[in-house]
């Protein structure tokens, strides 16, 4: 069981560039997550999704889009990379609602220069 | 009110000692409490997790212990070995939101 698998690792982005972090997981979850943790930091919920076709923002949206086209995938968009999205960005899911496990890719680590 | 404060930033104890992190919250309407486990390099895993109707809940070596009055709650480790040398996260949630608030983490070292 594969768990929740996020792509790239690693990358290193120039400034204004775009890329898109892949997120996928295999346990049917409805419920899909995107945070960032800056060292030393906590994490920041940058965006959710609740089911399929469904998105919404969270504490820290701006500079970056997702889709859910389906179950199992939540990708994450960044669009004109700039140095303070330099962090470690990592995908999560669960199933139903409050009181459930998230479980958690192993992250990603983006610089941008 | 959103918030849950975590303290301390980072904490080092020695081997078979205790590791006490502390967590405060204001809204009273949470009843969902968990801590999570980061290793370097890793995502968080869920260690453990606690509702307001108890007080303490033990698993293992790791115990949550629960002021619901103070709205406080704590993650103690006893005997510490060099093994949970991690990050710790503490979360709060209420009702039917399912989107955790979370602490800001306490890095723990354990010394052999």
């Known amino acids: 069981n594969a768990g929740v698998t996020q792509t790239p690792k690693f990358r290193i982005l120039k400034i204004g560039q775009s890329m898109t972090l892949q997120c996928t997981q295999d346990?049917?979850?409805?419920?899909m997550y995107w945070y960032r943790q800056d060292p030393g930091m906590g994490l920041k919920l940058i965006y959710y999704?609740?089911?399929?076709?469904?998105?919404d923002k969270g504490e820290v949206p701006n500079g970056y889009n997702v889709s859910r086209s389906t179950t199992e995938d939540f990708p994450l968009r960044l669009e004109l990379a700039a140095p303070s999205q330099t962090s470690v960005y990592f995908c999560?899911?669960?199933?139903?609602?409050?009181?459930?496990?998230?479980?958690f890719g192993e992250g990603s680590w983006l610089t941008v220069v | 009110q959103q918030q849950v404060k975590q303290s301390p930033q980072s904490l080092i104890v020695q081997k078979g000692g205790i590791s006490i992190i502390n967590c405060a919250y204001e809204?009273?309407?949470?009843?969902?409490f968990p801590w999570y486990q980061q290793f370097p390099g890793k995502g968080p895993a869920l260690l453990i997790a606690?509702?307001?109707d108890v007080s303490e809940k033990k698993e293992g070596r790791f115990t949550i212990s629960f002021n619901k009055s103070a709205k406080q709650f704590s993650l103690h480790i006893m005997d510490s070995q060099p093994g949970d040398s991690a990050t710790y996260f503490c979360?709060?949630?209420?009702?039917?939101?399912?989107?955790?608030?979370w602490g800001a983490g306490t890095k723990l070292i354990i010394k052999p």
């Open positions: 999704s609740v089911g399929a076709g469904i998105t």
């Open positions: 606690i509702r307001p």
């Open positions: 979360a709060a949630s209420k009702g039917s939101n399912y989107q955790l608030i």
């Open positions: 809204n009273t309407a949470f009843d969902y």
């Open positions: 999560a899911s669960q199933t139903g609602g409050s009181g459930n496990t998230i479980y």
């Open positions: 346990m049917n979850h409805n419920y």
